[in-house]
């Protein structure tokens, strides 16, 4: 009879030649149990950070809406207030707008002197002014002139209105000799005729300087703006 040995020498010899294998395949059950248990413990952790830090951020979050909702309020007002601030500037300078005319008419009816007479005064809705009128000579004509540029001197400024505003750009854009008597004064046989164009303007606000207030004069004199 024939006997065929399958098995390792060893195996028959040592009949428990497995435990060593059995053993190390324990030791490495116990030491991947270890790392799975070891990873899965870390990211529980660290969720319960994550959630600890999250209910931190909603409590936060609920303490701060309070301020949240008191600031867009805040800038509503703010908005509501810039909106009347604007509304009532524009009131104010409406107001002066509507009164620049008359104050015009004042300034000019300030200007007048003896030997000068006006015939026409045009006031446009952008300031533009127009004189005409008429005089003895061309002294009384130049004299006249100087007296309405003085309108722009910034040392004549206080807080009257009629300081605060000038003709500016003047310009003389007709002087003629008509060589005949005068229609409403008809003992006036010579005389020169005028036409005198500038922009009623505000004076500049950032160098306006205080001045005594305008003196009222005896009728015929001049008196200065």
Known sequence: MII???APAVELEDKEWWQIDFA??????????????????????????????????????????????RL????????K??????????????????VKALVALDQLQT???????????????????????????SLFIGEYMLGVRETMNLETQNDDVRTSVGFDQLVLTEAKDPQQPNATFPDIDR?????????HVDKPISIRQKAPAISSGRRGEKREL
């Open 81 to 98: 207030v810039v909106v009347r601030i604007a509304a009532i500037k524009a009131i104010v300078d409406s107001k002066v707008q509507k």
């Open 72 to 79: 867009e309020s805040l800038a509503v007002d703010k908005e």
């Open 111 to 137: 200007l007048w002197m003896e030997g000068i007479w006006y015939q026409e005064l045009k006031y446009s809705e952008a300031g533009v002014v127009t004189i005409n009128g008429a005089g003895f000579d």
């Open 4 to 6: 065929v040995q399958l």
């Open 191 to 199: 005389y020169l005729q005028f036409e005198l164009t500038g922009n």
């Open 24 to 69: 190390a395949f324990v030791v490495v059950a116990i030491l991947g149990y270890l790392g799975v248990h070891g990873y899965f413990s870390a990211r529980v952790a660290r969720t319960h950070t994550l959630q600890a830090h999250a209910e931190a951020l909603t409590q936060e979050a609920s303490l701060m809406a309070p301020i949240l909702t």
